[in-house]
């Protein structure tokens, strides 16, 4: 069961979005963290005209989704009444130069005056967001969770959560997880999913071993005289 249908069977209305450039929504996606948080202020100005002007709001994201909805918080919209964050990352150029790194290794730190003038070009002032300024300015009941298996956003770096001892939101609430759903993604499936997906790895890892040894086989020549 998805998040969505979760979260309708126990009575919200749900409201789900594509970002700006992606999936069905029209426009250029300028590829940088701090759009995700301009794509749901936008949408929570919209719901403030619309059906829904004046009910209380909650949010609910998962990684980019997650840090928008914490970095949002800086702005304080009237009706979001509390958030929930999964696998969050704090700050978008940090979370882009520790990717970079793990491509490029010490080249990334040589291109990073270069990737912060142009994030700052794209993004202005919200170049700048954090996740933790935003339950800080606005101390939004808020519940962090993130999972100690995250490779993509680790619990100890990178993460919203790796910043707790600097958050001044008297009513922010950390959770930590372990077990099969402590991926950075792997909380988006069921455990018959997510057990699935083992089965089809593992064979298509056996699949790709068998045919590295056929050929192997196939390239040895033997001659008797």
């Keep these: 069961m998805s998040w969505e249908s979760a979260c309708y069977e126990q ?3 749900v409201v789900s979005y594509d970002g700006y450039g992606k999936g069905k929504s029209e426009g250029e996606n300028k590829r940088g963290l701090p759009e995700a948080k301009e794509d749901l202020s936008a949408l929570l100005a919209y719901l403030s005209t619309s059906a829904w002007a004046g ?15 914490a970095c949002a918080m800086r702005e304080k919209p009237a009706n979001v009444k509390a958030i929930a964050t999964v696998s969050a ?33 794209l993004f202005g002032s919200d170049s700048y967001l954090t996740a933790v300024d935003g339950l800080n300015i606005s101390a939004i009941p808020a519940l962090i969770a993130q999972g100690d298996a995250d490779k993509t956003i680790p619990l100890e770096s990178l993460s919203l959560y790796s910043h707790q001892k600097e958050t001044t939101d008297p009513n ?45 086989r196939s390239g040895v020549c033997s001659t008797e005289g």
């Excluded at 009910?55 to 909805?69: K, R």
């Excluded at 759903?181 to 997510?194: D, E, P, T, V």
């Excluded at 083992?198 to 040894?213: I, P, W």
């Design 172 to 216: 922010a609430h950390y959770l930590p997880f372990s077990g099969e759903h402590a991926g950075h993604a792997s909380i988006l499936y069921s455990l018959a999913a997510l057990q699935y997906q083992k089965e089809v790895t593992t064979a298509f890892d056996a699949n790709e071993k068998e045919k590295k040894s056929s050929g192997n």
């Design 11 to 13: 009575g919200y209305d």
């Design 55 to 69: 009910e209380p709001l909650y949010l609910l994201g998962h990684s980019q989704g997650a840090y928008a909805s």
């Design 89 to 121: 990352m704090n700050s978008g150029e940090e979370t882009v130069m520790e990717f970079a790194r793990r491509k490029v290794s010490f080249l990334a730190d040589l291109s990073w005056p270069y990737v912060t003038t142009y994030e700052r070009y």
